[in-house]
C-alpha cells in the first residue's frame, strides 16, 4: 500500500514543486466581513454578500513571478474592469526582516500602525483598473515604486484575485515574511481609492475604521475586531506548503492500517 501510494502522489508532488512552488498560506474565518465588528456594506444592489470575506490567502512562486492570491466568497465584476473584478480594494505589508521597516498603514485618509517590532519592507496596493502598485523599501528607508511590474486578475474559478509581481523586483520571498493583509472597497475617487463611511448608498455603512476583513487569528488578543479597535496590527506567520508533510501522514496511516490488518490476520480474525 505505502510503495502505491508512494508511487502515485511524489511524482505528482515532485511536478507540482518544479511547476510552482508554494511559500505561504493562510485562511481565514468566513462572515468576518464587518471589520472591527459595526461595519456595513455599501446599500446598492452591486454590493453581494461575501465580496470582502476573504477566506483564503496565498503566496507562491515561478522562476518569473511571485504571486499573491486572494480567495473570496463572492468576486463579481459589474462595471467590465479589465482585472476581471471590480468591489476589491487590498492592501498587503510584508515584514521581511531586512532592516527595521516602517510602522505606519495609510488607508486613505486613516492611519493604523504596525507593532512597534514588526514594521513593513514591502507593501502591495491592489485596485481594479491598473491601479495596483509595489512599494520598496530599501536600506536607506528609500521608497521605489514599480507599476509595470505588478498586474492582477481574476481567476477562472470566479472566486480569487491573482496579483502576480516580477520576481527581479522583489527580495526571494520564504516562510519567515510576515502579512499584513487588508481587505476594503474600491472607490476610484476616493482618497488612496478607498471607499470611506457616510451616508448613500455607496459609501460604507455602520461605525469604524473602513477594512472589511483582516488576515488574523479568529480569538485572542490579535483577532481582527482587537486589532482594529486599538489600530495596532500583527502580522500573520507559518505559512507552510502541507503537501509534503500530508503525503507523509497518508503513508504513516497506510501502514498501520496494513500492520493492523497483518496482525488481525496472524491471529484468524475475520
Not at 520571498?173 to 478607498?194: H, I, K, M, Q, T
Request: charged fraction near 20%; proline fraction near 6%; aromatic fraction near 14%.
Amino acid at each position: 500500500m505505502c510503495v502505491i501510494l508512494l508511487g502515485f502522489l511524489l511524482p505528482a508532488l515532485a511536478q507540482e514543486q518544479a511547476k510552482v512552488e508554494k511559500i505561504a498560506q493562510f485562511t481565514d474565518a468566513k462572515g468576518d466581513d464587518v471589520g472591527g465588528g459595526n461595519l456595513l456594506y455599501p446599500e446598492h444592489a452591486v454590493y453581494v454578500p461575501g465580496l470582502f470575506d476573504l477566506v483564503r490567502f496565498e503566496v507562491s512562486r515561478d522562476e518569473h513571478y511571485v504571486y499573491f492570491d486572494f480567495q473570496f466568497l463572492a468576486l463579481t465584476n459589474p462595471f467590465q474592469a479589465p482585472e476581471g473584478y471590480f468591489h476589491q480594494r487590498l492592501e498587503v505589508y510584508i515584514k521581511t526582516g531586512e532592516g527595521v521597516g516602517c510602522t505606519a498603514i495609510h488607508l486613505g485618509s486613516y492611519k493604523l500602525q504596525t507593532a512597534p517590532d514588526a514594521g513593513w519592507n514591502l507593501r502591495l496596493s491592489i485596485a481594479p483598473f491598473d491601479e495596483s502598485r509595489l512599494y520598496v523599501v530599501g536600506q536607506d528607508s528609500q521608497v521605489q515604486v514599480f507599476t509595470e511590474e505588478v498586474s492582477s486578475h481574476s481567476l477562472p474559478e470566479g472566486q480569487t484575485i491573482r496579483v502576480q509581481v516580477k520576481s527581479d523586483v522583489l527580495p526571494q520571498p520564504d516562510s519567515a515574511w510576515g502579512y499584513y493583509v487588508l481587505v476594503g472597497s474600491f472607490d476610484g475617487l476616493a482618497e488612496g481609492l478607498w471607499r470611506d463611511l457616510g451616508d448613500g448608498p455607496w459609501q460604507v455603512g455602520g461605525t469604524g475604521t473602513p477594512v472589511f476583513d483582516l488576515l488574523s487569528p479568529r480569538f485572542g488578543g490579535k483577532s481582527q475586531k482587537a486589532q482594529l479597535t486599538k489600530g495596532i496590527l500583527y502580522p500573520v506567520y507559518g505559512g507552510k506548503n502541507y503537501v509534503g508533510i500530508w503525503v507523509v501522514g497518508v503513508v504513516i496511516m497506510a501502514w498501520v492500517c496494513g500492520a493492523f490488518c497483518l496482525w488481525r490476520w496472524r491471529h484468524g480474525r475475520p
